[in-house]
Structure formats: C-alpha cells, structure tokens
C-alpha cells in the first residue's frame, strides 16, 4: 500500500480499481463541495450510495450529510500505512454484506499483528516545486504471554495549491474571450458574473456602443465594453484616454484576490489519525480484544462570490459614458471554507470455543461521525453596496462615495466600509451501535473437505439528533432535522466443498458451492413534514424488510484454471427525502404558476398560498442482483501474474432516481 505514492485511500481506488467510476474526487472538486476532503467511492457507476465501504469487514458510523441524509463512510482518514490490504468486490453482495452493496463491496483490512517499532517520514512536492506535502507515521507493537498490543499514529498535512500556481484559469479564459467574446462577456446571457481580472470592465448596459459623456470629449469608443487597469496613474483625462485605447479589448488576467489567484485548485487536506488494537488470551482459543480509531479529516478552500456586473445609470457622477453601463471589479470579498469530519469507533468482542470445533463471537462497536461545515466570509452590505456604485453618491450615512474609475487604492479604501462577516456553520453528529452474535463451525465431513456454516444475528443504530445553523449575518431559527435508522439482520451461509482437487480428473474437480441467505428489517425515522423552521418537529416511523442472497461455484477443470460462477441480489434504502412532505408558504407571485380556474391569474395574486410536494411512504427498496461468470488463469500467483477474465451483468429493478416538471406541470 506504502509502495502505491497515493496520498489517501480515495487516490489509490481511484488510481487501482478501474470499476470506481466517481468522475471527480471531493477533494477536486471545490466548486460544489468547497473543503471537503472525504473519500467518494463509485463501484460500476451506479452511485456512492450503492456502494457500501467496511473496514475489517465491519460497517462505519455514516457520515451526516448536509443534504439530512446517511451518507457513504470516509475512508481517507485511514492512513495507507495502517492497511494490510483492500479487498473489492465489483457485484452486488446483499446477501452477505447486507443494504447497499448492489454496486459493489470496499472492505479495508487493517494491520493489526505488528511487533516492534517503526517511525516513518513521508514528504514531497509537485514536478513544479510546490503543493508540498509531509506525513509522519509510527507504530509499535508487542506481545507478553497471552497479551498482544499494537497502536499506531500517523499526522498528514499539504500545502494549499491555487489558481495562480497553474495556468488553467489563465489559457482557458484567453481562449473563450478569443472564440466567443460576446458569450464570455455575457455568460448565460447576462453581465453576471464576468470573470473578474484586474482592471475594471466597463460594458455598454443599452448594447450600444460606447460614447464618453460631452463634456468629457463626447468620444466615440466603437464599442460596447472596454477597461481601466487598475492602479492606473494619471489624472482624468489620462483616464479616459486609456479606456479609449482599450475599446474593443478584454483582460483576460486572474485578479490577485480570492475570486482570481487566491482561489483554491484543490480543497486543502489535513488528517490525524491513531489506531490500537488489544487481545488477550483466555483459555485455550478463548480470545477478548478491542479495536479503535480514531481520525480527524479536515479540508479547507478559499473561495470568492465572481464580481458581480454593477448597473450604473447614465448620470451617476462615476460613469462618464452617455449611456448607463455595468461595471465588473475585483474586490476584496471571500474568505475560507471547511469541512471538518471526526470519526471514531470502538470494537470490543469476546471469541469462544465450542465443542465441535466451533465458535462463537459476541462483538459491540460504538462510534461517532462528527461533520462540521464553517464558512468564514467577508461579504458586501448589498443594497448599500449596489446604491453606491449605481448612483455615484454614499449608500448611506455615514458611508463613503464609490468610484470605480478613480483611484484605485481610494476606492479599495472606501468600500471596506461595506464589508460585514457572514460566517455560517452548521454541526452534525451520528451516534453509532452495532450488536452482534455470530456462530461458525462445521457440520458434516464431505469429499472436499467440511461443510461449514455461519450463523450471525445483528442490531445497527444510527441516529442524528437536530442542530441549530449558525449565521452570522442574520440570526436564523434553522435546524437540520432529527433522523435515526435501525437494522435488526439475521444471516446464515455455508460453504460446501463437494470434490477435491487433489487426486482426481474430474473436471468437476475442486467443486465447492457457498450459499448466504440475509435477512434485514430497516426501520427509519425522521420529520413526517421536512421543516427546518422547527427543532422538534413531529416523526414518523417507515418500515421495510428485505431478503437477499448470494448463490456460488467454483471448479477447477485444469491445471492452474479455475472457473467460477454466482448470482447475488440486494437492496438498497430509499433517502429519506423521498418519504418526507416539503411544504413552503408563498406570499407573492414569485412561484410563476398560473392557475385556470381563477381566469389563468398568477397563483399568489390574491394572497399568501401554501405550496406543497409530497414523498411517498409506500416507495419500496431498490432491488438488485448481479450474475457472474469467470476464469481465473494462476489462481494460486505461484509461478506468475494472476491473471482473471471476468463477465458481470448488474440489474436494477424498482430504481429511485429523480425527475423535475415544470411548475406549470
């Protein structure tokens, strides 16, 4: 794993298991999930959440989203070093790993048996000499008697990489103002947002082009936009004659600022992590041992709102055009983004011998999965703000005149008077319980070897209890709401070994069937009515069982090859939004819906309304299966490559995707 140069286990499936199909990973993605730093795993692209991620076989405390749902569990807080190894598998595998897995299964084998001591540095840098990063890890184990320990750290942290460490922004703007001027100037058919460069864009707000007032020459520019770099030196007529000069030309420079090359490349990623494992030795194979991790995975982003385009009316004392005109410019406004996501879990079990060669295994985790979102923005007091730079005169009392076109360190000293913080943060917490009771040994003696079985009982908690969102700008009565989900499973499976694969030329040799039959009852909880206006709201309680199973052969009809063959179904949990009612009171026509039985008038037009959509309490789980048939050339790696040729067809029956009408519709 160490030998892999990945920095997280979310880079090393990306980079080693071609079924991840997640396209982009969130530690790349800063445009929509802004210091997140968690891992995404996507098996055969059928969605994260149908692929279920283990460590030592073992389900994570989910990890709360903003979105009010169970999400898919991190795994990058796991340093590679503490991994023994990562076991995949790219089928659906309900009937032993139980809801969720109909993309596939990611289980992370944990080191655990280390004797000694080892402390391990780890640093490097880009090919262009930055984003540097650094690791330090140790571990030491030993063992006295009956008594075997180990406990491992490990600290990672990077560099920030920006905007202007990279040319991307930089080349792809020069080639959208050179291919299409007018759609870069007006994306999505309107002033707003121009990528914010460093001068001060002036665009015609009439399409007409632009001519300087009479009194300031009456110039005729010959066309609709033009710039004044900023820092300019010079009086106004200086002024005036450099956005003469630049008619017709676009700044295509990243400003130097948050919005331009102070902004993230990547989200910033900083983890903690220590590790420990205990056993002690009872009696004859009579084992107690206790697991725990914990991990602290942060991510960070600067960020910035693109300038907006100011409308500025023809005789404002700032505009020295004849026709009012929008004005895009940098300004100081941004701030940080992070994501912060704290995960811990305890197992402690007890294994037992029983007569028969059997045993039994009596197991309780406890966890938590902590996420904690905090924005911490500098942001503009908006309707001062735009009256300012709209009509040339202060916002307001005691605030200061904006002119854009002035001097440029005047103007940057003036707006900061209309500058507020508008910090926002949101916690969430999932508490965690996993019971089980598993029972495993043999049955009977056939040709190939025992036939053994595997018996299991299990109890799963999850439950988010409600938070407060806390906003700085405006104080808010708003909560995330409360949700919890229990899982009761019973499961069997039993391995048959029909044929040897020794001392016969059978070219059934080495048949061995495996069979696993699962039983899950899922009940959730959560608002009958989505309102994040109310701490407390009533809840409702939605129940749904599931069978599933996993039916498989193998054969090894020559030498060195082995075929194998299965069928496996499974399920997976509808989001809980998909039960909930969302309801939202209107007290204006802002819907857009028109209603005919009221002579088409706008709905709104004669007072406040409630609008509502409703889930469904009798949407079922999806279902899916998978059918598998392969080769495995080498099975054992003893004289070379393990080579497999594999066919899987997965279907999905019942699927739940979403779909959007028109309000009209």
């Known amino acids: 794993m160490r030998s892999a140069h990945r920095d997280n286990l979310d880079q090393f499936l990306r980079a080693r298991v071609p079924a991840n199909a997640d396209i982009v990973s969130p530690l790349l993605d800063v445009g929509s999930l802004s210091g997140a730093s968690n891992s995404r795993v996507d098996l055969r692209g059928l969605g994260a959440r149908r692929t279920l991620t283990l460590i030592d076989g073992r389900r994570m405390p989910s990890l709360p989203s903003t979105s009010n749902e169970f999400d898919q569990a991190d795994l990058n807080g796991i340093p590679l070093g503490a991994i023994e190894r990562v076991e995949v598998l790219t089928s659906t595998s309900g009937g032993i790993s139980g809801p969720g ?29 930055d984003a540097k990063r650094i690791q330090v890890e140790g571990r030491i ?33 020069q080639l959208a103002a050179k291919n299409d001027a007018i759609g870069y100037l007006f994306p999505f058919g309107t002033i707003s947002p121009v990528p914010a460069s460093n001068s001060v864009f002036v665009v015609s707000a009439t399409s007409s082009p632009l001519v300087l007032d009479a009194d300031k020459g009456g110039t005729a520019l010959g066309s609709t936009y033009t710039f004044l770099p900023l820092n300019f030196q010079g009086n106004q007529s ?5 956005l003469v000069r630049n008619a017709g030309k676009i700044d295509t420079s990243l400003s130097r600022d948050y919005a331009g090359s102070k902004r993230s490349l990547t989200n910033n990623p900083s983890v903690s992590s220590i590790l420990f494992s205990a056993r002690q030795g009872l009696w004859d194979d009579a084992e107690l041992f206790v697991d725990g991790m914990y991990y602290h995975n942060a991510g960070q982003a600067n960020l910035a709102s693109e300038s907006p385009g100011l409308s500025t009316s023809s005789n404002a004392g700032s505009n020295p055009f004849r026709q009012p005109v929008y004005f895009t410019f940098p300004v100081e406004v941004g701030g940080t983004d992070q994501q912060k996501i704290d995960v811990w879990r ?14 039994a295994s009596l197991e309780f985790a406890v966890g938590r999965s902590h996420f904690r979102f905090s924005s911490q923005l500098l942001g503009l007091s908006n309707l001062p703000y735009f009256q300012a730079i709209s009509t040339g005169v202060p916002g307001g ?9 002035g001097d440029w360190q005047a103007f940057q000293a003036a707006y900061t008077a209309y500058l507020t913080p508008q910090d926002t943060t949101l916690r969430t917490t999932n508490r965690f319980t996993d019971a089980s009771v598993r029972l495993a040994g043999p049955v009977t003696r056939l040709p190939g070897g025992p036939l053994s079985l595997t018996l299991l009982a299990e109890l799963r908690r999850e439950s988010v209890p409600s938070e407060r969102l806390e906003v700085s700008v405006v104080p808010l009565d708003v909560y995330t709401p409360h949700r919890g989900q229990r899982v009761l499973s019973g499961y069997a499976e039993a391995r048959a070994p029909i044929l040897p694969i020794d001392g016969t030329s059978s070219p059934l040799r080495g048949l ?15 608002p009958e009515v989505a309102d994040p206006f ?38 997976v949990t509808p989001e809980f939004s998909r039960f909930q009612t ?4 209107y007290t204006n026509t802002s819907l857009g819906v028109r209603d005919p039985k009221r002579g088409n008038r706008l709905v709104g037009s004669d007072g406040s309304f409630l609008h509502q959509s409703n889930g469904s309490r009798d949407i079922r789980q999806e279902l899916g299966s998978t059918l598998s048939a392969g080769l495995v050339f080498n099975p054992e790696g003893m004289r070379g490559p393990r080579i497999s040729i594999d066919y899987s067809r997965i279907s999905i029956r019942r699927g739940i995707e979403s779909f959007f009408l028109t309000n009209q519709q």
Do not use: C, H
């Open 238 to 242: 200086d002024r005036l004659a450099e």
């Open 101 to 129: 897995g109909v993309g596939g299964v990611v289980n992370v084998i944990l080191r655990r048996d280390y004797r000694g001591a080892e402390l391990t540095a780890t640093s490097g840098i880009s090919s262009r000499g």
């Open 582 to 585: 969302f309801e939202q009171t």
């Open 346 to 359: 305890i197992v402690s079990g007890l294994i037992l011998p029983l007569p028969g060669d059997w045993k």
């Open 141 to 173: 184990g030993f063992s006295s008697g009956r008594t075997e320990a180990m406990v491992y750290g490990s600290i990672a942290r990077s560099q920030q990489l920006e905007f202007g460490q990279r040319d991307f922004v930089r080349r792809a703007r």
């Open 512 to 526: 061995e069937l495996q069979v696993a039959v699962r039983f899950d009852r899922s009940s959730a909880t959560l």
């Open 534 to 571: 109310s701490k407390t709201p009533p809840l409702t309680s939605i129940e749904r069982d599931a069978f599933m199973f996993t039916a498989g052969a193998r054969i090894f009809p020559l030498q060195n090859i082995m075929a194998r063959g299965s069928f496996a179904t499974g399920t």
């Open 397 to 405: 009392a005691g605030l200061p005149a904006l002119d854009p076109l």
